[in-house]
Every structure is written in structure tokens, then in C-alpha cells.
């Protein structure tokens, strides 16, 4: 029995989405999130921060949901599980990196709007098989 850990990260875009196709024609986003922590330090009462980025990938459907509707600052809620990758450099060096695999993204309401609209399920047509389940949401947001 394997298990998953799940995390959720909320904080601001670093950069617009990157949306590309695997050679199946399978959507990949790749972004950036900063999350800020502050807080009081009790000795010196001053306000201190700190900022955490963190890479997170997305697959398919939601991949172009995230795409259509987010940019570079908006205020996210991102829910995935982390995900270890390794590669080779071209000089020999072995590589390491630790990624959000979402499950969902989402604008953060604290401090926006959002008008959500419905996106109909490609290939959702009667007698294929995708009968009750949900169309992905897409939800452009406005800063």
C-alpha cells in the first residue's frame, strides 16, 4: 500500500503560466508561486519575513484551465502532492528537484473576484463513457 502526501500552498504567481504538449497532445502548465510568512519577533518586536517559491506542475484539463485564466501575481490555492525528479546535466552532474503535481489550482478569493465560468469536457458527448462526471472549471480572475 503506497500513500501520497498532500499539500496545499497559497501564495502569488511568479511568472505567467507555461503551457506546452507531450507528443500525445497531452497539456503540461508549469508555474511559479511565492508564499510569504511574516511574523513579530518577540525580542526585537520588529515584523520579519520570509519567502518560500515553490515549481508546480499541472496535466491535462486543468493545465489549460490554469493557462486560460491565471498571470504572473494573481493569488492562487494550490492542493497536489510532492513529486522528486532527477536528470543528468550535460556536464555528467546528476540533478534533484522537488515539485507541486496539482490536483487543484484555484484564485484565491481573499483578495479578488472571480467570474467562474463552466468549460465543457472535450469529447463529452452522449454514449462515450464520460457520463456524470464534472466539467473542469475555469476561473479568470480580476486583481
Same mark, same amino acid.
Not at 77 to 92: A, D, K, M, P, Y
Given at each position: ?18 503551457? !506546452? ?59 497536489? !502532492? ?27 478569493? !481573499? ?33
Amino acid at each position: 500500500m503506497t500513500t501520497a502526501s498532500t499539500t496545499t500552498i497559497i501564495g502569488n504567481l511568479t511568472r505567467d503560466p507555461e503551457i !506546452r504538449y507531450t507528443r500525445e497532445g497531452q497539456a503540461t502548465t508549469s508555474l511559479g508561486v511565492a508564499v510569504n510568512r511574516r511574523w513579530q519577533n518577540r525580542e526585537t518586536n520588529e515584523w520579519e519575513e520570509s519567502t518560500s517559491f515553490f515549481d508546480v506542475v499541472t496535466w491535462r484539463d486543468l493545465a489549460e484551465n490554469v493557462a486560460l485564466s491565471l498571470t504572473k501575481g494573481m493569488r492562487v490555492v494550490v492542493s497536489g !502532492r510532492l513529486e522528486q525528479r532527477s536528470w543528468e546535466t550535460e556536464e555528467g552532474d546528476r540533478r534533484f528537484k522537488v515539485e507541486i503535481v496539482a490536483d487543484e489550482v484555484g484564485a484565491s478569493l !481573499r483578495f479578488a473576484t472571480a467570474d467562474v465560468h463552466k468549460v465543457e469536457r472535450r469529447g463529452a458527448a452522449a454514449g462515450d463513457g464520460a457520463e456524470g462526471e464534472a466539467a473542469t472549471d475555469a476561473m479568470p480572475v480580476e486583481a
